[in-house]
Nanobody
Framework: QVQLVESGGGLVQAGGSLRLSCAAS????????MGWFRQAPGKEREFVAA????????YSAESVKGRFTISRDNAKNTVYLQMNSLKPEDTALYYC????????????????WGQGTQVTVSS
């Protein structure tokens, strides 16, 4: 069992930056690949980025490549999402999730989810 708590969201102007954190409880955190998803009002939840258990491999959606960076610190049981050059279309509720297998892009591939942290980008 892994419990996830996101933080770091807020209101930022377009072009600004935010760093999201996802703190995990449970001794098995370091064995999970982790992902970030987001969901805007009226839209489906979509994949943002994922990272392997060791941090050696990362994957990002095309819409955020070059702007968002996923990382993790297994000693702190935390995964991060550094978001730069934010755009109004990045406004969404951001979730972290623990991957259990399958495609990183598929919501069903994730076993545990946090409650989300809101990111709002003003133009």
């Amino acid at each position: 069992q892994v419990q996830l708590v996101e933080s770091g969201g807020g209101l930022v102007q377009a072009g600004g930056s935010l760093r999201l954190s996802c703190a995990a409880s449970g001794r098995t955190f370091s064995s999970y690949d982790m992902g970030w998803f987001r969901q805007a009002p009226g839209k489906e939840r979509e994949f943002v980025a994922a990272i392997s258990w060791s941090g050696s491999y990362t994957y990002s959606a095309e819409s955020v490549k070059g702007r968002f960076t996923i990382s993790r610190d297994n000693a702190k049981n935390t995964v991060y999402l550094q978001m730069n050059s934010l755009k109004p279309e990045d406004t969404a509720l951001y979730y972290c999730a623990a991957h259990r297998g399958g495609s990183y892009y598929n919501i069903a591939s994730y076993a545990y989810w946090g409650q989300g942290t809101q990111v709002t980008v003003s133009s």
